[in-house]
């Protein structure tokens, strides 16, 4: 079964810095781009970022470029967020995502979510 | 870049149809067929329902379509049902590798 569990979320001052986990398993990893999409509690949903399988080409949204900055492993199946400068509004939900797209290169859909780890900037 | 927009809620009776917009320009969704839609129920993650404008992925129930008319993706429920009371979002490729979500609307069953 198609799994992703994110992990590492806290509470973390302003100005800190946090890396966020997730571990994919039940699916060929390295065959799909992945993401991570947000969501401030009680908001809508927002891109974040994503990653191309080998690494060789990641985009992240205007809001963290940066401030933040995805990676991942394919040995170990798993995606990083690396977030650095946190501000009070980074606090959400974030959600890793795997892409999903007609074609090989395509990333425009988000077919499997994890659950979420929570990140919460505050003093 | 702008959020899409999406109205904050829609209502409708158990068995009825219901449909509601997603709108932004022709600089996203007007420019691309790269629309998609995701169902939130509290309290859970999203959940994949529409790609490509109106391909439902599988094991997606037939009573979910989706459409666009120039710059504005719709999303329509067919015989609406208790567990569709949830949140809905649209999300389109925006150009400059960007993927954009709506705000969300809120579906009732009354």
């Known amino acids: 079964q198609v799994h992703l569990v994110e992990s590492g979320g806290e509470l973390i001052k302003p100005g800190g810095s946090l890396r966020i986990s997730c571990a994919a398993s039940g699916f060929s990893f390295s065959d799909h781009y992945m993401s991570w999409v947000r969501q401030v509690p009680g908001k809508g949903l927002e891109w974040i970022a994503f990653?191309?399988?080998?690494?060789?080409?990641?985009h992240h949204a205007d809001s963290v470029r940066g401030r933040f900055t995805i990676s991942r492993d394919n040995d170990k199946n798993s995606l990083y967020l690396e977030m650095k400068n946190l501000r009070p509004d980074d606090t959400a939900l974030y959600y890793c995502?795997?892409?999903?797209?007609?074609?090989?290169?395509?990333?425009?859909?988000?077919?499997?979510w994890g659950n979420g780890t929570t990140v919460t900037v505050s003093s | 870049q702008s959020a899409l927009t999406q109205p904050a809620s829609v209502s409708g009776s158990p068995g009825q149809s219901i449909t509601m917009s997603c709108t932004g320009t022709?600089?996203?969704?007007?420019?691309?067929?790269?629309v998609s839609w995701y169902q939130q129920r509290p309290g859970k993650a999203p959940k994949f329902l529409i790609y490509?404008?109106?391909k439902r992925p599988s094991g997606v129930s037939d009573r979910f379509s989706g459409s666009k008319s120039g710059n504005t993706a719709s999303l329509t429920i067919s015989g609406l049902q208790p567990e569709d009371e949830a949140d809905y979002y649209c999300c389109s490729y925006v150009g400059r590798s960007t993927l954009v979500f709506g705000g969300g609307t809120k579906v009732t069953v009354l």
């Open positions: 995502v795997r892409n999903f797209g007609v074609n090989r290169d395509d990333y425009y859909y988000m077919d499997v």
């Open positions: 022709s600089n996203d969704i007007g420019g691309y067929d790269l």
């Open positions: 490509e404008v109106n």
């Open positions: 990653i191309s399988y080998s690494s060789s080409y990641t």
